[in-house]
């Protein structure tokens, strides 16, 4: 019997070890800006941070190996106001895999400048959802729902709401926390402009064109080239629509980033209407960006 019970115990540690881990997420810190601390700090800091962000779950789904989200977190560190209190920004690339390809496209190329984080070595990572523990850890909460909901968007359209939801309880809870990002008033390209655009269905265009451009146009174009790149052209109106009613919106130039090189990539192959269309579109949407979609029409 007491052999049994063993047995059974071990498979569920297997099951609950094998559950959740929705990230493959790679963890930087950057720290040349930084004198007079102990660097070992920093090491310890990194492997919390790596270990919480992999090793939590945060959906409730068994996700595979090969669906697990991929992104990268470099934290730059630029002030040390103590040994335990550290200022600088954080630079968050999430990429997806392309149906039926080795490519990686990104969904998400961003950097926070206002982080601002307190940690000591070994430190307990304490995170529980609509509670504010501290904002390391909010931080890594927010950023982790978003990109989920950045993925689970660009595979079905709007499926991403359960995870900006969680993001956006991640704001409210942060609201009385006195740190900067997190409030309506820490200016325009903020953690609450981002999950407010998000969230804001007078933007939703924004979201179905990562739809759109994901699942029916790259996804597509592993089988047919034409029809996928067709796809990606009619979907830039939904970006056009979105600049017309704000064109300095946060969320909107978030998605330009992440995705003008490889566009210009596409399209340079594309037929001389797809290449008209792309060019003036981008120019008029991006325009301190011009001579980079100029290179498309050579």
């Known amino acids: ?49 790596y270990d919480f962000m992999n090793n939590r779950n945060w959906t409730g789904y068994n996700f ?29 690339v999430q990429q997806r895999p392309v149906f039926n390809t080795d490519y990686q496209t990104v969904l998400l190329n961003i950097v926070d400048k206002d982080i601002h984080i307190h940690y000591t070595p070994m430190q307990n990572m304490e995170y529980a959802d609509n509670t504010f523990t501290n904002n390391l850890t909010s931080l890594l ?28 309880d991640v704001v409210t809870a942060a609201q009385n926390s006195n740190e900067k990002g997190w409030g309506s008033f820490d200016g325009t390209k903020t953690r609450y402009s981002l999950i407010e655009n998000l969230m804001n269905s007078s933007y939703s265009d924004l979201r179905t064109f990562n739809y ?18 067709a796809e990606i052209n009619k979907s830039l109106n939904l970006l056009k629509n979105v600049y017309k009613k704000r064109p300095g919106l946060y969320l909107l130039q978030v998605m330009i ?42």
């Open 1 to 49: 019997m007491l052999k049994k019970i063993a047995i059974l115990i071990f498979i569920v540690l297997i099951a609950i070890k094998g559950f959740g881990q929705e990230f493959y997420c790679t963890v930087q810190i950057q720290t040349t800006k930084v004198q007079g601390v102990d660097k070992t700090i920093f090491e310890s800091l990194k492997t919390s941070i």
């Open 64 to 92: 595979k190996t090969e669906e697990r989200i991929e992104c990268t977190m470099v934290f730059t560190i630029e002030q040390a106001i103590s040994s335990d209190e550290f200022k600088g920004t954080l630079n968050i």
């Open 141 to 168: 909460a927010f950023y982790a729902y978003t990109m989920l909901g950045m993925d689970f968007d660009s595979f079905s359209e709007q499926g991403g709401t359960p995870f900006f939801q969680k993001a956006n």
């Open 212 to 229: 759109r451009y994901h699942r029916l146009g790259l996804d597509v174009m592993s089988k047919d080239v034409m029809k996928g790149r």
């Open 257 to 298: 980033q992440a995705k003008r090189d490889e566009m210009i990539n596409i399209f340079k192959n594309g037929d001389p209407a797809e290449k008209s269309n792309f060019v003036a579109i981008m120019k008029d949407i991006d325009p301190a960006n011009s001579s980079k979609y100029n290179r498309v029409m050579r």
